[in-house]
């Protein structure tokens, strides 16, 4: 049985899910695990993905190797999947405002400005401050 679902980003977490289940023959039990992989999503996108393991198990009331285990199945690591959103919302930042990267940093809860530019490097494969420059 498919459930009846309204939510915009839920439909579109069912058509990733198609897509993965097809191209990766990953097995899914659809309603339980689907569902909580969307619950996932939907705290990450609401924090930026700055919510951590224990505040996600406190939250969803699943012990953090469950949660774990069921971003595993979508092909991610729960501290990549949630630092997804939260890069993804510094490169907003950065292409928005005329914040200093460093302020934005700081606003994604990184206290070492270091390892948010490596991050941000690794992703998006420029710096910050190159990131800016070619999205003005």
């Known amino acids: 049985r498919t459930p009846i679902v309204s939510d915009p980003s839920v439909t579109l977490i069912s058509g990733i899910v198609g897509f993965f289940q097809s191209a990766h023959n990953i097995q899914l039990d659809t309603n339980s695990?689907?569902?909580l992989f969307s619950r996932i999503t939907r705290l990450f996108?609401?924090?930026d993905g700055r919510m951590t393991r224990t505040e996600l198990e406190?939250?969803?009331?699943?012990?953090?190797?469950?949660l774990n285990r069921i971003v595993n199945k979508f092909?991610?690591?729960l501290y990549d999947y949630g630092m997804t959103f939260c890069l993804k919302k510094a490169a907003q930042y950065l292409t928005?405002?005329?914040?200093p990267v460093s302020a934005i940093a700081a606003r994604m809860k990184f206290t070492n400005r270091t390892h948010f530019y490596s991050l941000f490097k690794e992703k998006y494969g420029?710096?910050?401050?190159?990131?800016?420059?070619q999205h003005l």
């Not at 939250?59 to 190797?65: A, E, K, N, R």
């Not at 928005?96 to 914040?99: G, I």
């Not at 420029?126 to 420059?133: A, D, L």
Request: a negative charge; glycine letters at 4%.
């Open 96 to 99: 928005d405002t005329k914040e």
């Open 126 to 133: 420029v710096t910050p401050k190159e990131y800016r420059q």
């Open 45 to 47: 996108e609401e924090s």
């Open 75 to 77: 092909q991610y690591v």
């Open 58 to 66: 406190q939250f969803l009331h699943y012990s953090g190797d469950y």
């Open 33 to 35: 695990d689907f569902l």
